[in-house]
Protein backbone atom coordinates (compact mmCIF):
# COMPACT_ATOMS: atom_id res chain seq x y z
CA UNK A 1 0.00 0.00 0.00
CA UNK A 2 0.89 3.09 -0.71
CA UNK A 3 2.18 5.60 2.44
CA UNK A 4 0.23 8.87 2.90
CA UNK A 5 1.18 11.82 3.93
CA UNK A 6 -1.00 14.30 6.23
CA UNK A 7 0.31 17.84 6.48
CA UNK A 8 -1.02 19.13 9.79
CA UNK A 9 -0.29 20.84 13.34
CA UNK A 10 -0.80 20.74 16.95
CA UNK A 11 -4.75 21.75 17.85
CA UNK A 12 -6.57 21.65 14.33
CA UNK A 13 -9.52 20.01 14.88
CA UNK A 14 -9.72 19.59 11.32
CA UNK A 15 -6.23 17.88 10.86
CA UNK A 16 -7.53 15.68 14.17
CA UNK A 17 -10.56 14.42 12.75
CA UNK A 18 -9.26 13.42 9.27
CA UNK A 19 -6.27 11.17 10.77
CA UNK A 20 -8.89 9.80 12.99
CA UNK A 21 -10.79 8.68 9.77
CA UNK A 22 -7.83 7.73 7.88
CA UNK A 23 -6.59 5.47 11.30
CA UNK A 24 -9.89 3.86 10.95
CA UNK A 25 -9.70 3.08 7.66
CA UNK A 26 -9.75 -1.17 7.12
CA UNK A 27 -7.31 -2.03 6.19
CA UNK A 28 -5.25 0.80 7.39
CA UNK A 29 -3.32 3.07 4.76
CA UNK A 30 0.36 3.63 5.69
CA UNK A 31 0.23 7.13 7.31
CA UNK A 32 2.87 9.87 8.24
CA UNK A 33 2.10 12.92 10.18
CA UNK A 34 4.16 15.96 9.21
CA UNK A 35 3.59 18.81 11.75
CA UNK A 36 3.66 22.28 9.84
CA UNK A 37 5.02 24.18 12.89
CA UNK A 38 8.34 22.07 12.79
CA UNK A 39 9.30 23.62 9.21
CA UNK A 40 9.44 27.53 8.20
CA UNK A 41 9.47 26.44 4.65
CA UNK A 42 6.50 23.91 5.57
CA UNK A 43 4.64 26.95 7.71
CA UNK A 44 5.20 29.30 4.56
CA UNK A 45 3.57 26.73 2.11
CA UNK A 46 0.79 25.84 3.93
CA UNK A 47 0.16 28.15 6.68
CA UNK A 48 -3.91 27.65 8.08
CA UNK A 49 -4.47 25.32 4.76
CA UNK A 50 -4.04 22.34 6.69
CA UNK A 51 -4.98 19.68 7.13
CA UNK A 52 -3.08 18.95 3.49
CA UNK A 53 -2.96 15.02 2.47
CA UNK A 54 -0.44 13.65 0.15
CA UNK A 55 0.77 10.83 -1.63
CA UNK A 56 4.24 9.80 -0.29
CA UNK A 57 7.15 10.28 -3.44
CA UNK A 58 7.46 8.07 -6.28
CA UNK A 59 9.92 8.94 -8.89
CA UNK A 60 11.00 12.25 -9.16
CA UNK A 61 8.77 13.84 -7.19
CA UNK A 62 8.38 14.29 -3.56
CA UNK A 63 4.82 13.64 -3.32
CA UNK A 64 1.85 14.22 -4.81
CA UNK A 65 -0.68 16.63 -3.16
CA UNK A 66 -4.04 15.31 -3.47
CA UNK A 67 -7.26 17.21 -3.29
CA UNK A 68 -8.77 18.62 -0.57
CA UNK A 69 -11.06 15.87 1.69
CA UNK A 70 -14.36 16.49 2.67
CA UNK A 71 -14.68 16.26 6.04
CA UNK A 72 -17.76 14.57 5.44
CA UNK A 73 -16.47 11.36 4.01
CA UNK A 74 -15.69 8.43 6.18
CA UNK A 75 -15.51 4.38 6.11
CA UNK A 76 -15.98 3.39 2.43
CA UNK A 77 -16.68 6.86 1.35
CA UNK A 78 -13.26 7.98 2.50
CA UNK A 79 -11.39 4.64 0.85
CA UNK A 80 -13.52 5.26 -2.22
CA UNK A 81 -12.71 9.05 -2.84
CA UNK A 82 -8.74 7.45 -2.29
CA UNK A 83 -9.11 5.15 -4.90
CA UNK A 84 -10.34 7.51 -7.24
CA UNK A 85 -7.16 10.03 -6.38
CA UNK A 86 -5.12 6.85 -7.28
CA UNK A 87 -4.14 5.66 -3.90
CA UNK A 88 -3.71 1.89 -3.69
Known amino acids: MQELL ?8 LC ?5 KLRALDP ?8 VDTDP ?20 APFRELPRVSPRLAGAQLRAWLIKQGVR
Not at 6 to 13: K, V, W, Y
Open 28 to 35: PQPLNLID
Open 16 to 20: EGLEE
Open 6 to 13: LFTRQGCC
Open 41 to 60: ALQGRYGLAVPVLALAASGD
